[in-house]
């Protein structure tokens, strides 16, 4: 099969969805490999690692998308790529078909077959595509919220891990599934008392396992939250209703409970945010301050950490892309369960229920198209 990598061209994202070492095992498997210029530069991949590689350099992004019979993404194509796809053509990303209906509505013209990382789906209804992405945001998390608890960057000025006759900061966090998990891992690292609240009494029974002595589990109610926030330093929210809204834990009146320079870090505001004062911003200007409260809410977190990102993520997508160029979509989706829940937009037909029933389509079961 023909692979093609097109530069990501959305507002910063720095990743790319193949690696050099991807193109290797692409290459492996008698396929061949385009990548367009600078395709992994931002993510400190050379075009001549590419090359090395085995792949091919296209000048430009119409030429990788012109050759290619599966484009390998991360983001979602922009508009001034949607005249690009072809019919037939196999598109494998991030679309959110659900958050944007020209999108779904281009690519139904288009008549490409759109394969979503964001809805391929393990036995246990885990989500492999996604768990990378919380597991670079949830460690980012602490890394910021250190950063913004600093005096000079409006925090409260302590250290997350005190010192020898200093006590350390403590550390609220909001849902212990792979972002909570993730912080509380690198804050109780860091030395800081580490409280995570869940609705799950298994989840908190499971964390209460395997986390070290100065992590303390506490179920999630508005009263012990009302409570745990009088101290905490930074807290840090990462919980997740699927396909919901995330609820607001933490409301506009508790952050009169706080200390002033508190800082909270909302993971959750790609799903509308758990902390009630939260509005979503960008790497370039990622904080804003409420009743002297410092709000963290950076929509993309792992896009500040390309390099990270980018392996971490196609550690996760690699293996599958083999299956589909291995087999054909059609194969692979037909041995593959796990990938046939990635499927959302074949050939013209809404094959997700939710993207149909986000946007008033007609639904057609996948298993019709085999
Ligand atoms: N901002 C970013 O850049 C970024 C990056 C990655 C992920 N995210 C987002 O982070 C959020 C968390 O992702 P995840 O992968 O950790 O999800 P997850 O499903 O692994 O964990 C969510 C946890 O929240 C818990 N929860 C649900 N309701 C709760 C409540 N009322 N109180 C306490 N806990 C509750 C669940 O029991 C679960 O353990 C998602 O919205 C995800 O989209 C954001």
């Not at 768990?131 to 980012?140: H, I, L, Q, T, W």
């Not at 709000?295 to 990102?309: E, F, K, L, Q, R």
């Amino acid at each position: 099969m023909i692979i093609g990598v097109p530069k990501e061209i959305k507002n910063n994202e720095n990743r790319v969805a193949l690696t050099p070492a991807g193109v290797t095992e692409f290459r492996k498997h008698g396929h061949t490999v385009y990548v367009q210029t600078d395709a992994g530069k931002s993510s400190g991949f050379t075009d001549d690692q590419y090359l090395e590689a085995g792949a091919g350099i296209l000048a430009t992004i119409e030429e990788v998308y012109a050759i290619a019979e599966m484009i390998i993404k991360v983001k979602e194509p922009i508009a001034s790529e949607y005249d690009l796809i072809k019919p037939d053509q196999l598109l494998f990303t991030y679309f959110h078909f659900a958050s944007s209906e020209p999108l779904t509505h281009a690519m139904i013209a288009r008549k490409a077959v759109c394969l979503a990382y964001e809805t391929v789906e393990k036995t246990d209804r885990s989500l492999p595509l996604l768990v990378p992405m919380s597991e670079v945001a949830g460690r980012m998390a602490v890394q910021e919220g250190a950063k913004y608890l600093e005096k000079p960057m409006g925090g409260f000025g302590i250290l997350l891990g005190g010192v020898a006759g200093v006590k350390p900061a403590n550390v609220l966090v909001l849902g212990g599934g792979i972002v909570g998990t993730q912080s509380a891992k690198m804050a109780s690292g860091l030395g800081a008392n580490v409280t995570i609240v869940d609705i799950s009494l298994a989840r908190l029974r499971y964390l209460e396992d395997i986390m070290p002595a100065n992590v303390d589990t506490v179920m999630s109610n508005e009263y012990n939250i009302r409570e745990l926030v009088k101290s905490a330093n930074l807290i840090i929210g990462g919980v997740l209703i699927p396909g919901a809204k995330a609820p607001s834990l933490i409301t506009r009146d508790m952050l009169k409970l706080m200390k002033p320079g508190t800082v909270m870090v909302d993971v959750a505001i790609d799903q509308g945010g758990c902390f009630e004062t939260s509005k979503a911003t960008t790497h370039e200007d990622p904080i804003y301050e409420v009743d002297g409260v410092v709000h963290y809410c950076v929509a993309n977190m792992p896009g500040a950490v390309p390099y990270t990102s980018t392996l971490a993520l196609t550690n996760a997508t690699l293996p599958y892309a083999l299956q589909l160029a291995n087999l054909g979509w059609k194969q692979a989706c037909s041995n593959n369960e796990e990938l046939r829940k990635g499927l959302n937009v074949v050939n013209g037909q809404v094959v997700f229920r939710g993207v149909s029933d986000a946007w008033n389509l007609p639904y057609t079961d996948v298993k019709g198209l085999f």
